[in-house]
């Protein structure tokens, strides 16, 4: 017989630049960056917007994802965390999703979760280390390029939560 969990309640807030900089980068075209213009003015270049780490003897790989999407209320009952490198994901369906993050280290408790609602032209690239919860699309099934790590070496950590973290369906 298990034990049941305890709850707590986890508040959704914007994707920002600055209040998601302890955990990654926000990848967006934004005046924000530096972008200029390339192809005799044809197109504008949104500059080097993701510090991409593939770690020790690791090489950056590309993929999608195909995310399925996720009802509110939903429960984030486990993280997990990338030890050796950095992991981007980039919208490609153009529907907003949730980001749950939590501090690299120790394992994190829900009360440390964080949960940023970001919009379908907004990518993050998770630090390395640094916990979050799997894909959480929304409103549909969404695709992500996917830019990470492959190499040797164990490059994915899982926990279960001691307390279960709820997003209701208050999004901002």
Same mark, same amino acid.
């Given at each position: 017989m298990t034990t049941p969990l305890s709850i707590q309640s986890l508040r959704v807030e914007p994707l920002s630049r600055e209040?998601?900089?302890p955990f990654g +980068?926000?990848?967006e075209a934004c005046d924000a960056v530096k972008h200029f213009t390339i192809n005799a003015g044809n197109t +504008?270049?949104?500059h080097d917007l993701a510090n991409i780490e593939p770690g020790a003897d690791g090489r950056v790989i590309v993929s999608i994802f195909r995310g399925q999407p996720r009802a509110l209320p939903f429960r984030v009952e486990m993280m997990e965390r990338h030890p050796l490198a950095s992991q981007a994901f980039i919208p490609m369906s153009g529907k907003p999703y949730l980001v749950v993050v939590a501090p690299a280290g120790e394992a994190p408790t829900a009360a440390q979760l964080r949960v940023f609602v970001a919009r379908g032209d907004q990518g993050v690239n998770y630090a390395t280390g640094v916990w979050h919860h799997p894909l959480l699309a929304l409103g549909g099934v969404c695709d992500f390029l996917v830019v990470d790590r492959a190499g040797p070496g164990h490059n994915c950590d899982e926990i279960t939560l001691d307390t279960v973290g709820l997003i209701d369906c208050a999004l901002p």
């Open positions: 209040a998601f900089a +980068e926000v990848i +504008e270049r949104y």
